[in-house]
């Protein structure tokens, strides 16, 4: 639980094109995360679900952050 509150107040003081450049990144690393664990299986695939959840997270900040703008 922590992790994901300090993950969120990191993510707060953000503009929007730090978020989008964030969140292509962390797309980026998804996709070779999945191709990796295809090949051979990932020592912790639960990092995958992190990872889609972290995306997911950064994706509702830059939202509500377009809605104030």
Avoid: C, W, Y
Wanted: avoid cysteine.
């Amino acid at each position: 639980m922590a992790k994901k509150t300090d993950f969120l107040k990191s993510i707060q003081d953000l503009n929007a094109t730090d978020l989008s450049a964030r969140i292509k990144e962390d797309e980026l690393r998804l996709k070779k995360l999945e191709f990796a664990h295809a090949i051979s299986p990932l020592e912790n695939p639960m990092s995958i679900r992190g990872l889609r959840k972290d995306i997911a997270r950064l994706k509702t900040v830059l939202k509500q952050k377009q809605a104030v703008a």
